[in-house]
């Protein structure tokens, strides 16, 4: 049923395997909120969760998916700054090879990065965000989500709103969300569109207010204020006036729509803290919590497809 | 000593020639053209292969001096002559950079020592290729330099291009310039677009080529200096280049080997050896460059050999 030896992007996936981590996932949400939240499905395996960027959230959530399973893990940092690029990476991927490591999760700033080091090493390569390429773990548990909250992941309207032009987030939501024959919409100022953005299945729109109308689902991405502000639009105030999602842009969307984030959040530049905080509206949580259940299950086929290579 | 090569297919550009032949060859030196069938005398059976005057390649980045651990004039000479080419131009992009005449005349005496092939170098047009100042025009060209210019880089000054120019006409001497708006072109590694989005790999816009030709071509009109567009590959470059012949500017633009035969597509999955400067270009401009190749709007096709990594 997922006949990959590593997880790199959510484009080589069929709809079927997509559904299939999804009902994994759905299990491991269920044991987690178990007293004992231990499976032993990898027991003695090695995970190493190889970061070049920073994270905290991500790598906890690999990090106790791993634990929970029952694996060693082990949590390398390496801070892209103090490396050499290409060589290196090379060199990094093959020491830790020589280590047998059974897993590997990987982080890391420049887009691809993840391919060529699942090229150098023998064991299961899981792509933790690779630059502004891909971040499959991500759409996999917010597909979760979107199913869990509406009971399906299917035939709805689904607006992803913000920087898609260096979100890797975006691409493996619009891929993942096209495969499960959902209608995607994008939201943002033409200068947060990637180019040829038209052939990627989705309908685009540069006023919110159009793009949220009758939305089931509205996903909100985080903005680089810092790095975007007066390059891709004039201040963060003005653009939390026309991209910002506000209550009162959400009523435009469908009466029960979810907001979803994938953190963290700039409260007050892409999203208004209180909508943010809105338990009824706002799936962030949810997400956080099947982050998790869904890396548990990724880790869990991952694993099943070392056993019978 | 007479030798016979036989049975080729003869391209003999001064004639126009291109069909069956073959040479005799006395003391090294061609002694007779023989069109049509070969006689029947003992000799070298070219079984149908291309026999003509070697090429001549004016885009080659060597290393030395500074990287021969990349490429020496003794690598690039083999390389070169293995493919039929027997005359290369280096480029100026060395460690030091070719801005002193006594560093042209070191390249070349290494390059003669070396390479079994002719090889030529052109200048740097300004001191270390940074664009801030003009570098010693006529003493470059009176070391040996065929040619002035900042190999790959692009000068971003347009006063300083200007003096340059005109310097540059009071000697009558060529001024080969790269062609890439270097604020848009700056820090990328593929053409926008829908493959370059998918990839999540930093892109220039196809224009910045434009921008750029279109800018020195207006420093031509004005200084009337003679010009080489070192390397165009987009169909969007053509229409100043036909603008400006009309006008009856001294101008030529080569088009390398990578242009005509590869797309953006080869860089899918990260091919980083398909990486190249300027970057590869859609379908579209590949086939306008072909034919711009064969129609004589392009004069020049180039290696653009760079194994700079």
């Not at chain 1, 997509?18 to 044991?31: M, V």
Request: contains cysteine; charged residues 20%; aromatic residues 4%.
């Amino acid at each position: 049923m997922f006949a990959h030896r590593h997880l790199l992007g959510i484009a080589p996936l069929s709809p079927q395997e997509i559904t299939g981590i999804l009902d994994l996932a759905e299990e491991y949400a269920a044991l987690n909120l178990q007293g004992a939240k231990r499976a032993d499905r990898l027991t003695g395996r090695t995970q190493i969760n190889l970061f070049f960027e920073s994270s905290t959230r991500t790598m906890a959530s690999f990090e106790l998916a791993g634990q929970r399973l029952g694996a060693d893990v082990m949590n390398m940092n390496v801070l892209a700054s103090s490396m050499n690029k290409g060589e290196t990476l090379i060199d990094t991927a093959v020491t830790l090879n020589a280590m047998h490591p059974d897993l590997l999760v990987v982080r890391h700033g420049s887009s691809g990065a993840v391919d060529l080091l699942a090229q150098k090493v023998n064991c299961a390569v899981l792509n933790a965000g690779d630059g502004r390429h891909e971040h499959p773990t991500q759409a996999l548990l917010d597909a979760l989500t979107i199913r869990r909250r509406k009971g399906r992941v299917q035939r709805l309207t689904i607006a992803i709103c913000g920087d898609i032009a260096n979100s890797r987030v975006a691409r493996s939501n619009i891929l993942c969300l096209n495969k499960l024959e959902n209608r995607v919409r994008v939201i943002a100022p033409p200068t947060l569109l990637p180019s040829g953005i038209d052939r990627f299945g989705v309908e685009i729109f540069t006023d919110m207010q159009a793009g949220l109308e009758g939305c089931d689902v509205v996903m909100m991405l985080r903005v680089q204020n810092e790095r975007l502000s007066g390059a891709a639009f004039p201040s963060t105030r003005e653009y939390y006036h026309r991209y910002g999602l506000t209550s009162e842009k959400l009523a435009l969307a469908a009466p029960d729509a979810t907001v979803m984030h994938p953190g963290p959040m700039n409260r007050g530049v892409e999203i208004d803290a209180e909508l943010a905080d809105n338990a009824e509206r706002s799936a962030i949580q949810e997400q956080v919590e099947m982050g998790v259940a869904t890396r548990m299950a990724v880790l869990d086929l991952l694993a099943r497809n070392l056993e019978a290579a | 000593m007479s030798l016979h090569l036989l049975n080729a297919r003869l391209i003999d550009p001064a004639t126009g020639y291109d069909g069956p032949g073959a040479l005799r060859i006395e003391g090294g030196e061609i002694a007779e053209v023989l069109r049509g069938p070969s006689p029947t005398v003992p000799g070298i059976d070219c079984e149908n292969k291309v026999l003509a005057p070697g090429l001549v390649d004016i885009r080659v980045f060597v290393g030395e001096p500074g990287a021969e651990y990349r490429e020496s004039f003794r690598t690039a000479g083999a390389s070169a002559a293995a493919g039929g080419v027997t005359s290369f131009v280096a480029q100026p992009d060395t460690t030091p950079c070719l801005d002193d005449p006594a560093l042209v005349q070191f390249a070349l005496a290494r390059a003669v020592q070396s390479a079994p092939v002719n090889v030529h170098v052109m200048g740097a047009l300004t001191k270390g290729l940074k664009g801030r100042e003009m570098a010693e025009q006529s003493f470059l060209l009176d070391a040996g330099a065929l040619a002035l210019t900042d190999g790959d880089h692009v000068v971003e000054n347009a006063k300083l291009l200007r003096a340059c120019m005109a310097y540059a006409s009071g000697l009558g001497a060529l001024i080969s310039h790269a062609v890439q708006e270097p604020s848009l072109s700056h820090g990328t590694c593929a053409t926008s677009g829908e493959m370059a989005s998918r990839l999540g790999l930093p892109a220039a816009p196809a224009i910045a080529e434009r921008m750029a030709l279109e800018r020195d071509l207006a420093l031509v009109e004005a200084t009337g200096c003679s010009y080489h567009a070192a390397q165009i590959s987009t169909e969007a470059a053509l229409p100043p280049l036909h603008r400006a012949r009309d006008r009856g500017l001294d101008v030529t633009a080569a088009v390398s080997i990578h242009h005509l035969t590869l797309n953006e597509f080869d860089i899918a999955d990260y091919r980083t050896f398909f990486k190249m400067t300027p970057p590869l270009r859609s379908e579209e401009d590949r086939l306008a460059m072909v034919e711009a190749a064969a129609s004589g709007a392009v004069d020049i096709i180039c290696s653009s050999h760079n194994p700079a990594g």
